[in-house]
């Protein structure tokens, strides 16, 4: 980031969450999804491995949690001063808080004193207010272990990387199952 857009960032009303640190096990095999398919050949392994990456992706997004633990800095800035900040984070299944810093300038930045508030599958940050933009780096996700990801998932995860190789993006949520999968496992469920 340069110092030009750093500095807008700073002064703006800007909210980001990146993923700073995740594993590179994947929610499915590859082999199941090529088996799925019936693909006998291993020149498109490395395409089949993004699709399972993008159908993951798409799961994640509709029941806004990650299936797999990852590491995120959230950084949440309000132009207004408020002398007790409740900062809801954006991703669920939140497993815990590494660290709540202002960041003071491009090149500061100060450990700040928090607490967590857990209200079911939302979790949020309390601090005692700043005008400096917050950092937040915490992990969230279902599970580090292949072994215990939710079968429905890796299903659901199987069905949509099928319906991208076969199909267009826009009718890969269509499915009912799909559909069905991702409301049962989103913190609310919408009809």
Known sequence: MSKESSKKFLKG?????IITKQSNKQVLDL???????RIDH?????YLKEIISMATDILEKNIEKPILIKTYTYVFHNDEFISTRRIPLPM?????????QKIINDR???????????NGDKTSIITNGTKYPVEIVYTAGITDKETEI???LQFAVLQIAKNIYECSEEDVLESKYIKHIINSNRTLNIN
Do not use: A, G, R, T
Not at 13 to 17: P, R
Not at 42 to 46: P, R, V, W
Not at 92 to 100: I, T
């Open 92 to 100: 669920n299944q939140v497993k815990s808080v590494v660290s709540v």
């Open 31 to 37: 082999q199941i999804l090529k088996d799925h398919l």
């Open 150 to 152: 939710p079968k429905d």
């Open 108 to 118: 500061e930045k100060e450990k700040i004193k928090f607490s967590v508030e857990n």
């Open 42 to 46: 291993d020149h498109e392994d490395s």
């Open 13 to 17: 009303n800007k909210i980001m969450n």
